[in-house]
């Protein structure tokens, strides 16, 4: 079984600012993550996703997420926030193979922008 | 189209009825997935369908939740006997069945039992 835990429902930043949504999962098999974002009145779009290759994985958007196994975290981060990143970010696990696209999702967390 | 679409975008319903949300996924795809927000709560998975493969029902909270796809195109989630606990956003999210574990989502069915 599997399971995901966003840590703080609402993180809110300054424009300019480092942006850092933080997960942690659980998974009894190595894990495939992912990282989903939604725009107001947008559905679910993916901004990245770790399948067992490099641990520092690139996204869109200039945001990118490190797989840390000892920590069993994939954190979101982004240098400087844009006032158009504001929106709620989803983080998601999967077992992979014929189950990969059977996720878990966390909570998610709303991020406000402020100029 | 060029996404997935879901529709209606919004139903209301009284408790006790039927209702049926509709998804036709991006042309092509043949992996189709339904999800399910309750307000304030992370997607829940409710069933997969996979090419003519028997679908994946482990998600369906009750037997009073069905779902049907014909071949590889539109795919419908019936709810019946609708109770207020049913009120959720219904998502829609369909892939091509490789595995990169890109799901692509539609705009979601708002329900609301009252």
């Given at each position: 079984a599997q399971s995901v835990t966003q840590l703080g429902s609402h993180v809110s930043v300054s424009e300019g600012a480092l942006v850092l949504l933080r997960c942690n999962y659980s998974s009894s098999v190595p894990p495939y993550l992912f990282w989903y974002v939604q725009y107001p009145n947008q559905g679910l779009q993916l901004l990245l996703k770790y399948t067992?290759?490099?641990?520092l994985v690139k996204g869109i958007n200039g945001f990118e997420a490190e797989f840390k196994k000892s920590e069993t975290s994939f954190h979101l981060t982004k240098p400087s926030a844009h006032m158009s990143d504001a929106a709620e970010y989803f983080c998601a696990v999967s077992v992979g193979?014929?189950?990969?696209?059977?996720l878990t999702f966390g909570q998610g967390t709303i991020l406000t922008v402020h100029p | 189209g060029a996404g997935v679409s879901q529709s209606p975008s919004n139903k209301v319903t009284e408790k006790g009825k039927d209702v049926e949300l509709r998804c036709d996924p991006i042309s092509g795809h043949t992996a189709l997935y339904w999800y399910r927000q309750r307000l304030g709560q992370g997607l829940e998975f409710l069933i997969y369908f996979q090419g003519?493969?028997?679908?994946?029902?482990?998600?369906?909270?009750?037997?009073r939740f069905s779902a049907e796809r014909t071949g590889e195109s539109v795919s419908t989630l019936t709810i019946q006997?609708?109770?207020?606990?049913?009120s959720a956003v219904y998502l829609c999210a369909s892939s091509?069945?490789?595995?990169?574990?890109e799901l692509f989502f539609g705009e979601g069915s708002r329900l609301t039992v009252l």
């Open positions: 067992s290759a490099a641990t193979g014929t189950s990969y696209g059977k | 003519n493969s028997a679908p994946d029902k482990s998600g369906l909270p009750s037997d006997r609708t109770q207020q606990e049913d091509s069945g490789q595995n990169t574990g």
